[in-house]
Nanobody, 121 residues
Framework: QVQLVESGGGLVQPGGSLRLSCVASGRIFRINDMGWYRQAPGKQRELVATITSSGSPDYSDSVKGRFTIDRDNAKNTVSLQMNSLKPEDTAVYYC???????????????WGQGTQVTVSS
């Protein structure tokens, strides 16, 4: 029903920058919160940043001041600008969109397939 496709991952040196993007498509009535999560090997998936439909962001303490989330409601996209990257930021990053598929439906979480970010010298 709803597909999320991420792009922008890759290998970067410590202190470098990457920008992740995610576009949602399919049967979309309204997207509420959007966000980015990450999962490192052997660890649970954790919240990185979220943004409301009105553009209010929230960040985990580990990325606050280094990462910036933004969205374009007209294009159903959400992006994550990651600066001052550290080796501990290495993970698979997943896009999330809390989406209603019709006026009568409740919101449900939809996920992208994930994009690998590796921070290493």
């Amino acid at each position: 029903q709803v597909q999320l496709v991420e792009s922008g991952g890759g290998l970067v040196q410590p202190g470098g920058s990457l920008r992740l993007s995610c576009v949602a498509s399919g049967r979309i009535f309204r997207i509420n919160d959007m966000g980015w999560y990450r999962q490192a090997p052997g660890k649970q998936r954790e919240l990185v940043a979220t943004i409301t439909s009105s553009g209010s962001p929230d960040y985990s303490d580990s990325v606050k001041g280094r990462f910036t989330i933004d969205r374009d409601n007209a294009k159903n996209t959400v992006s994550l600008q990651m600066n001052s990257l550290k080796p501990e930021d290495t993970a698979v990053y997943y896009c999330n969109a809390m989406t209603r598929v019709s006026p009568l439906s409740y919101e449900s979480p939809y996920w992208g397939q994930g994009t690998q970010v590796t921070v290493s010298s």
